[in-house]
T-cell receptor
Framework: NAGVTQTPKFRILKIGQSMTLQCTQD?????MYWYRQDPGMGLKLIYY???????DKGEVPNGYNVSRSTTEDFPLRLELAAPSQTSVYFC????????????FGSGTRLTVV | GNSVTQMEGPVTLSEEAFLTINCTYT??????LFWYVQYPGEGLQLLLK?????DKGSNKGFEATYRKETTSFHLEKGSVQVSDSAVYFC????????????FGGGTRLMVKP
């Protein structure tokens, strides 16, 4: 099925380790986003991209980095994992011409111990 | 800045009961408003939207009316089913270059047979 694919689905990291959360979409959407969802809280925007080669910070970018070398891929990098980064991470994509019409991935549940 | 406030859950209803989930927002200008639904273990899905005052969004028996005078976008359904059990998120988009959404904290709905 077409859509947004996130890997891995689950991961446990030790404090100070690094990892990359992968996100791929096959709908030729130009806009892509990374959100984190903490228990009982809404989604907070980490980074977003309006096209290949263009990225910008969202509400909670500290401790994360992104790149957008192709339209399809938007990986999220954690350099020095901290317990505060324990969360569920969602990647989403949309057409710029369809405001709000996001397609979400199924999420990555990350635990930092 | 922009913000969205939802009623806290969980909301527990019997099948065929009437549902209301309250949502109010703070934003300058004329934002677009959305309801997203998250089923267990899945990403969020767009349920309905409204882009201007007095618009009514509807889908799958759910409705919400954009009320600018009360800055509200309450979600309603006349007769809920067990399959409606999920977390519901209200969100707004307010004329930004990246079509970024601001989400409320989510409301968990549990429908009992």
């Amino acid at each position: 099925n077409a859509g947004v694919t996130q890997t891995p689905k689950f991961r446990i990291l030790k404090i100070g380790q690094s990892m990359t959360l992968q996100c791929t979409q096959d709908m030729n959407h130009n806009y892509m986003y990374w959100y984190r969802q903490d228990p009982g809280m809404g989604l907070k925007l980490i980074y977003y991209s309006v096209g290949a080669g263009i990225t910008d910070k969202g509400e909670v970018p500290n401790g994360y980095n992104v790149s957008r070398s192709t339209t399809e891929d938007f990986p999220l990098r954690l350099e020095l994992a901290a317990p505060s980064q324990t969360s569920v991470y969602f990647c989403a994509s949309s057409y710029g011409q369809d405001p709000g019409g996001y397609t979400f991935g199924s999420g990555t549940r990350l635990t930092v111990v | 800045g922009n913000s969205v406030t939802q009623m806290e859950g969980p909301v527990t209803l019997s099948e065929e009961a009437f549902l209301t989930i309250n949502c109010t927002y703070t934003a300058t200008g004329y934002p677009s408003l959305f309801w997203y639904v998250q089923y267990p273990g899945e990403g969020l899905q767009l349920l309905l939207k409204a882009t201007k005052a007095d618009d009514k969004g509807s889908n799958k028996g759910f409705e919400a009316t954009y009320r600018k005078e009360t800055t509200s976008f309450h979600l309603e359904k006349g007769s809920v089913q067990v399959s409606d059990s999920a977390v519901y998120f209200c969100a707004l988009m307010n004329n930004n270059a990246g079509n970024m959404l601001t989400f409320g904290g989510g409301t968990r709905l549990m429908v009992k047979p």
